[in-house]
């Protein structure tokens, strides 16, 4: 099973940008659909943002929508979150995943049920 490896994540202040990275750990494969999920403590895991195989459509919760951009390379390896205007909420440990068979629809994608492959997390911490 191919696991995901995230990077990029750090401590920042209350405004600031933060990049996440997202590859395979083979390097090399692709997968139709991937997304940023992300988790406090006691909470269950909160669906981010999604990316369709072309990288055209997108999907934001709405408490990261204008603020982040998730993006994908075009060798459709490689997948990113571009965060700005960090808040203190957004604190949290955040997760890549991926799948072949998710449904591409709102309601589905949020799903964390549906992405077969996950990454580590990496933790993104905003101080106020």
């Known amino acids: 099973q191919v696991q995901l490896v995230e990077s990029g994540g750090g401590l920042v202040q209350n405004g600031d940008s933060l990049r996440l990275s997202c590859e395979p750990s083979?390097?090399?494969?692709?997968?139709?659909?991937m997304a940023w999920f992300r988790q406090t403590p006691g909470e269950e895991r909160e669906f981010v943002a999604a990316?369709?195989?072309?990288?055209?459509?997108?999907f934001y919760s709405d408490s990261v929508r204008g603020r982040f951009t998730i993006t994908r390379d075009n060798a459709k390896i490689a997948m990113y979150l571009q965060m700005s205007s960090l808040k203190p909420e957004d604190t949290a440990v955040y997760y890549c995943?991926?799948?072949?068979?998710?449904?591409?629809?709102?309601?589905?994608?949020?799903?964390?049920?549906?992405?077969?492959?996950w990454g580590q997390g990496t933790q993104v911490t905003v101080s106020s």
């Open positions: 083979d390097g090399t494969s692709r997968f139709y659909t």
């Open positions: 990316i369709s195989w072309r990288g055209d459509v997108a």
């Open positions: 995943a991926a799948g072949n068979d998710v449904v591409f629809a709102q309601a589905t994608m949020e799903r964390d049920d549906q992405y077969q492959h």
